[in-house]
């Protein structure tokens, strides 16, 4: 199997480098070394290296060395109601490579019906002129059916696309229904890709937000009172279950509030196949935002699954992942300006979806989890890069600082803190939801592809530099257990001789029973021929009743309510 890769020359050639003095942090060990890199690879790794003269060396006395982040949820190019984010590849992966982050994986949404293969082309073209970092992709499926296996196929085997994502939510655009679901984790699961899911009951929210809307609530808070949490959790549930019975690993996008998270770790712990993923927004903020006075801040929080409302869910998020209930952090980035929120300035429903935290999320994570003691600098690692790259097959090239790994590099300082703001930040929205936050631990060196890209707090990025990174199927740190799985699952008959005894027959008694309307049906007939459906009901506006030809006995009145004396009095 071969990728091809678009570009070849337009990205600058890395510089010849030497870190020294700095704690080298892996995801499973840190030591003190020095790195040697060269052509945006790491060539050496160790204690008194013999390098080129003339190398520029970089100190990291007293700082942490490791891998460079991995943002594994971004939609830098994905149009809402026909609007492209503003933030796109360029913005969105500058913004990236400031916080310390050296790698997306942003999502392909086509619109539903058109060609999965063509939206591809379409995003590879667009983020090759317009990224600053590496890239990858996930490919969205707007509509399942059988038809698309072949796509499907092609993306895995030719177009080195290893992951998709069904949405639960967002009905008549984008659901899809369990059964299709399972029919395509079946697909995924042959293919060995990851099946992914924006876990919410569309069918629930479709009625609270148009009951929201009868009632007069246009406003943000609209769209968290549309989107409880209860809606997000039995989605998760389904899904788990669903991709249990597929045998197929589940990812689950945007982890949001507590019950959802814990249904995540409860399935983990029976040993299912399923990573949860929390978001820098549900990690540093929370939902009391929706209600603000200012409906330009208030919409800026917008997203699906909504920021709960609850001020404990980031803290609680955070002890999930130091635990290892969840195992990703990512960013779900997505920005559009006031401009373009102003769209549902009078039906939240029509507000875009999406908020800034790219640049945000190893900070927010390191603030969160490592400068409380949830987590050590190890595990940082793990959630911030490594096990997004052993689950999308990117490791050791990605997530890991070893001798052949990419360049992608980060020296940090966990003294360091910063403040966000919009006044600040690298993205052009106006709003951003961290405003003021302050955090501890910051970026003070930026590596990318072999090049130095944050250095002394100047940013210095290359629009189109990034390289798209291709991902194999079947990742080991996923497949293994299924694939095992596989071979305890086979269905076994028992064997047994043929009965020959008698057999009921049912012919007669057999009935075809009509399906469940799901709307209101047409009025009651004014007129019935043949003997009265006692379910039906003889009930209507005007007209002739349907038991107007049955005598009627005389009214009567009970005094007494039921449990007391009855004493009955004819009225006639």
């Known amino acids: 199997m071969s990728f091809q890769n678009k570009k070849s020359s337009s990205r600058p050639s890395g510089d010849c480098l030497i870190i020294k003095g700095g704690k080298i942090v892996n995801d499973d060990q840190s030591f003190y070394a020095d790195i040697y890199i060269e052509d945006g690879t790491i060539k050496q790794l160790g204690e008194k290296l013999i390098v080129p003269s003339g190398v520029k060396t970089v100190d990291a006395y007293g700082h942490i060395v490791m891998p460079g982040g991995i943002d594994a949820n971004t939609s830098l190019h994905a149009p809402q109601m026909g609007m492209n984010p503003a933030d796109d590849f360029y913005h969105g992966t500058k913004a990236a490579l400031a916080g310390g982050t050296t790698m997306i994986i942003d999502h392909v949404l086509p619109e539903p019906g058109t060609s999965l293969l063509a939206a591809y082309e379409q995003w590879r073209d667009t983020a090759d002129r317009r990224a600053c970092c590496d890239y990858s992709l996930h490919m969205d499926i707007t509509r399942w059916h059988e038809g698309l296996y072949e796509e499907v196929e092609s993306l895995v085997k030719d177009k080195g696309v290893n ?58 808070e609209g769209h968290v009172l549309s989107h409880p949490e209860e809606v997000e959790t039995e989605a998760v549930y389904r899904a788990i279950t669903i991709a249990k019975q597929a045998n197929c690993p589940l990812y689950v996008t945007k982890v949001m509030s507590k019950t959802a998270a814990d249904v ?49 869910t980031p803290q609680y998020l955070a002890s999930l992942l130091a635990c290892g209930d ?12 006031t401009a373009q929120k102003a769209v549902g300035k009078d039906d939240f429903t029509l507000i875009p979806e999406g908020s800034n935290g790219v640049e945000e999320r190893m900070a927010v994570v390191w603030d969160r989890a490592v400068a409380t003691g949830r987590l050590d600098e190890n595990e940082f690692v793990s959630v911030t890069s490594s096990n997004a ?36 930040h690298n993205l052009t929205v106006e709003v951003n939801i961290f405003e003021g936050l302050e955090c501890r631990g910051a970026p003070m060196v930026v590596i990318s ?5 944050l250095e002394d707090g100047k940013l210095n990025v290359t629009q189109g530099s990034g390289r798209f990174v291709p991902r194999k199927a079947f990742p080991d740190s996923v497949y293994k257990r299924i694939k095992a799985r596989s071979k305890m699952a086979e269905a076994r008959g028992v064997p047994r001789g043929n009965y020959d005894g008698p057999v009921h027959d049912v012919t007669n008694v057999t009935k075809s029973v009509p399906p469940t309307p799901t709307t209101r049906g047409p009025p009651c007939p004014k007129t019935l021929t043949g003997p009265r459906n006692l379910h039906q009901s003889g009930f209507t506006l005007a007209g002739t009743q349907i038991d107007d030809h049955i005598p009627r006995r005389s009214a009567q009145r009970i005094v007494a309510p039921p449990g007391g004396r009855s004493n009955i009095t004819s009225l006639s």
Request: hydrophobic share 40%; no cysteine.
């Open 163 to 220: 992951s998709f994502l069904l949405f639960m939510g967002y009905k008549d655009k984008y659901q899809s229904s369990d059964s299709q679901l399972y029919e395509a984790f079946s697909v995924f699961r042959d293919l060995g890709a990851i099946a992914q899911v924006h876990a919410e009951n569309g069918d629930i929210i479709d009625e609270e937000q148009k009951k929201l809307l009868e009632l007069g609530i246009t406003g943000p």
């Open 389 to 424: 790259a052993k689950l999308f097959n990117l490791y050791p090239r990605k997530g890991r600082i070893a001798v052949g790994s990419d360049a992608d590099i980060v020296i940090w300082n966990p003294k360091e803190t910063q403040t966000f703001s919009a006044k600040t």
């Open 449 to 453: 592809g072999g090049r130095i890209v």
């Open 264 to 312: 995540i770790a409860k399935a983990r712990k029976k040993g299912m196949v399923v990573y949860g993923e929390p978001i820098t927004a549900s990690l540093g903020t929370d939902g009391s935002h929706y209600w603000s006075k200012n409906w330009a801040e208030a919409a800026a929080f917008v997203m699906s699954p909504p920021l709960n409302p609850d001020p404990s």
């Open 326 to 337: 969840l195992q990703v952090t990512s960013s779900a980035q997505a920005g559009f300006s």
